[in-house]
Every structure is written in structure tokens, then in C-alpha cells.
């Protein structure tokens, strides 16, 4: 067990719909990162945020956006879902958010969009 | 730019046979760092190891080796004596410096490794 909480487990809902997912990081940890696993796109890395400002954007969709809130806690918001955006995705957590880091990452949100 | 390769999608060994899987990157920073998770059936993404680029010093850890080379950038993972528990897909990452210090990680594709008993 990582430290790091992610809700739902699992999500299933339709096109054109919007859902939030939600990622609490380890106890100390104030640095937040979310990726996206599919199978033809592999881990991306999607978004950061330290102490509940962004840091550092990857491979994010304008559709997909994020934020920390004051207890740490993210939430990432996928919106005008499309059949692609079916993919596992993973909140991870780090202490500094620096290069020498190391993430911790939660179970994992598996979305479905039918 | 960053980038880290996996050649390896899939490997098969037998239980108890030794497995390498290979992780070569590229980085312009003098200053990075290396790491390796293991991702189970299970799904969850589990920390390994990590290594800093000035540090080249083989790692081994149980059953678990490590071996970082600055010459041929590349950061392998060899498993002794494979079991089955060992069945996993394994990626390799690199960590550099973006821009304000914070990091950028980059992960390779993953390589699946099966043990079959």
C-alpha cells in the first residue's frame, strides 16, 4: 500500500459526459502528478501540482483539466468524453516534487466510456 | 529530448531461470535520475528503485540487481532465480529537472514478463 488514495476504482459512463476523479496523496507528500495509462498510448504523463499550484504539463488534453486544494487533495476533470479517453488513470504523489523525487502511486481510476 | 526505451515487450522465462530487462534513455542533463516500477496484474504501479546519475554503483536487493551505465545510458534489471510472483509488466523512467527544478518523468513502454512454473 502506497499511502496514495484514488476514487472510484472504477467509472463507466458515456459519451459526451464529464466526471471527476479524485487522488488523496501520502500523509507529507506535497506534490501531486496524474498520468494516463491506455494501451496504444502507454503512461503519459498529464499534470502536476505542488502545494496547490501547477507546475508542470504534460500530454493534457484542453477537455481535461485539474487542481489541488488546500488539503492536498486533486481532483482531475474529464469532460466531453470520447470513446479514447477509456484508459487507467493513476494519481502519484512525491514529498518536493523535484527532479529526485520519488513518485508513489495510487491504485489507479479505471474509466470506461461507452 | 527526454526519451527512455524498452526494447523488450514481452519476455517468457521459465521459473528459476535469471532475466535481464533492458532500459536505455537519452538526456541532455547532467543531472537526472533513473527508476524502475513493477506494475502486477493487479494494476497498481509499484516503486523499485531509484538511482542518480552520479551514482554508478551496481544495486542488488535480494533477487533484484541493478546495472547503471553512464557509457551506454542504459539502467538494466536482471532477476535471479525468476518466480513465478515476478510476472509483471516493468517500466523504467528517467527524472530530469523541468522548468523551476520541479521534475519531469518520462517512462518507457513497459516490458511483460511472464514466469512460467
Given at each position: 500500500d502506497s499511502g496514495v488514495t484514488q476514487t472510484p476504482k472504477h467509472l463507466i459512463?458515456?459519451?459526451?459526459?464529464?466526471?471527476?476523479?479524485?487522488?488523496?496523496?501520502?500523509?507529507?507528500?506535497?506534490?501531486?502528478?496524474?498520468?494516463?495509462?491506455?494501451?496504444?498510448?502507454?503512461?503519459?504523463?498529464?499534470?502536476?501540482?505542488?502545494?496547490?499550484?501547477?507546475?508542470?504539463?504534460?500530454?493534457?488534453?484542453?477537455?481535461?483539466?485539474?487542481?489541488?486544494?488546500?488539503?492536498?487533495?486533486?481532483?482531475?476533470?474529464?469532460?466531453?468524453?470520447?470513446?479514447?479517453?477509456?484508459?487507467?488513470?493513476?494519481?502519484?504523489?512525491?514529498?518536493?516534487?523535484?527532479?529526485?523525487?520519488?513518485?508513489?502511486?495510487?491504485?489507479?481510476?479505471?474509466?470506461?466510456?461507452? | 529530448a527526454q526519451k527512455v526505451t524498452q526494447a523488450q515487450t514481452e519476455i517468457s522465462v521459465v521459473e528459476k531461470e535469471d532475466v535481464t530487462l533492458d532500459c536505455v534513455y537519452e538526456t541532455r542533463d547532467t543531472t537526472y535520475y533513473l527508476f524502475w516500477y513493477k506494475q502486477p496484474p493487479s494494476g497498481e504501479l509499484v516503486f523499485l528503485i531509484r538511482r542518480n546519475s552520479f551514482d554508478e554503483q551496481n544495486e542488488i536487493s535480494g533477487r533484484y540487481s541493478w546495472n547503471f551505465q553512464k557509457s551506454t545510458s542504459s539502467f538494466n534489471f536482471t532477476i535471479t532465480a525468476s518466480q513465478v510472483v515476478d510476472s509483471a509488466v516493468y517500466f523504467c523512467a528517467l527524472s530530469e529537472p523541468y522548468i523551476g527544478g520541479y521534475q519531469k518523468v518520462t517512462f518507457g513502454t513497459g516490458t511483460k514478463l511472464q514466469v512460467i512454473p
Open positions: 459512463t458515456a459519451t459526451g459526459q464529464r466526471v471527476t476523479l479524485r487522488c488523496s496523496p501520502r500523509s507529507g507528500d506535497l506534490s501531486v502528478y496524474w498520468y494516463q495509462q491506455s494501451l496504444d498510448q502507454g503512461l503519459q504523463f498529464l499534470i502536476q501540482y505542488y502545494n496547490g499550484e501547477e507546475r508542470a504539463k504534460g500530454n493534457i488534453l484542453e477537455r481535461f483539466s485539474a487542481q489541488q486544494f488546500p488539503d492536498l487533495h486533486s481532483e482531475l476533470n474529464l469532460s466531453s468524453l470520447e470513446l479514447g479517453d477509456s484508459a487507467l488513470y493513476f494519481c502519484a504523489s512525491s514529498h518536493g516534487g523535484r527532479a529526485a523525487d520519488t513518485q508513489y502511486f495510487g491504485p489507479g481510476t479505471r474509466l470506461t466510456v461507452l | -
